[in-house]
């Protein structure tokens, strides 16, 4: 009988079970996450070579002009080593790890969410999904303050696959936040994108700057792409505690100079 109890536990039935309980589902990325797992032995007792938590999220890729969308893991996260779980007993304990500071916003139809998981060799790998709202990074949040300030409004919030552009952090895909204008920058531009890079020093940003075509060579720039600028900006720790308004004065100088 203890044979049959193993083989169905090595297909998922009557197998140990994994649930990660955090302590909190709203942070800001970067922000250290706390919480108790808990792990529930099956009808037979289990080798579990470790304890992961993975920090998940989805981004959009083209392929054949065909839009499909790809998880990706953005840190993973040792939290057990090598144990037995005995059947039918019950481990909890509590562990802690820090999201990246470059955790996607949560907004638009972008999801994050921590991946828990037992790694049992030849067999089904229990897997516990826990959905996360982040809210922007602190440096990030001063700069979209101090574009708020400026008179843009969010259109559109995507993650992209975008290699070269991700790479900075070690990523495929980047996070981009479209802006348009509402008053201050309206018929001067047609929109302002941002890629948010923050670090514990500050935040750098990648500008593109569209602007709004005139005529017909503005036409032809418009048709070609060439009325688009790319543009970085850095913002260290000190200029960010500033205040929203001094970024909002260094971004506008900037935007202003490519438009």
Same mark, same amino acid.
């Given at each position: ?16 079970? &994994?649930?990660?309980?955090?302590? +909190? ?36 890729? @083209?392929?054949?002009?065909? %839009?499909?969308?790809?998880?990706? #893991?953005?840190? !993973?996260?040792? /939290? ?5 779980? @005995?059947?039918?007993? &019950? ?7 820090? /999201? #990246? ?17 037992? @790694?049992? %060799?030849?067999?089904?790998?229990? !897997? ?14 001063? &700069?979209?303050?101090? &574009? ?29 936040? +479209? ?18 890079? #923050? *670090? ?11 602007? !709004? ?35 909002? *004065? ?10």
């Amino acid at each position: 009988m203890s044979m049959f109890k193993r083989m169905l536990a090595s297909v998922g039935i009557g197998a140990a079970q &994994v649930d990660l309980m955090l302590h +909190e589902d709203e942070v800001q990325a970067g922000d250290t996450l706390s919480g108790i797992v808990r792990i529930q032995g099956g009808r037979v007792a289990q080798q579990v070579d470790d304890v992961y938590a993975f920090v998940m999220t989805r981004y959009v890729k @083209e392929h054949n002009d065909t %839009k499909i969308e790809e998880e990706a #893991p953005l840190a !993973k996260f040792l /939290l057990a080593g090598k144990f037995t779980v @005995e059947a039918e007993q &019950v481990y909890e304990f509590p562990v802690s790890f820090q /999201l #990246p500071a470059n955790t996607p916003v949560t907004m638009g139809r972008t999801p994050v969410w921590i991946q828990t998981g037992l @790694e049992i %060799k030849e067999a089904i790998d229990p !897997k516990d999904r826990d959905q996360l709202q982040v809210n922007p990074h602190p440096y990030a949040a001063v &700069v979209l303050e101090a &574009v708020r300030q400026l008179g843009f409004r969010i259109r559109e919030v995507t993650c992209q696959y975008a290699p070269q552009y991700g790479r900075i952090s070690g990523l495929s895909f980047v996070q981009e936040f +479209e802006f348009i204008p509402t008053s201050e920058f309206l018929g001067q531009l047609d929109e302002l994108e941002i890629v948010f890079y #923050p *670090d514990e020093n500050g935040v750098e940003l990648l500008l593109q700057i569209d602007r !709004k075509s005139r005529g017909l060579s503005g036409l032809f720039s418009e048709a070609f792409d060439t009325d688009e600028r790319y543009v970085k900006l850095r913002f260290d720790r000190n200029q960010l505690a500033s205040g929203a308004g001094y970024v909002a *004065d260094q971004l506008a100088d900037t935007v202003r100079r490519y438009i």
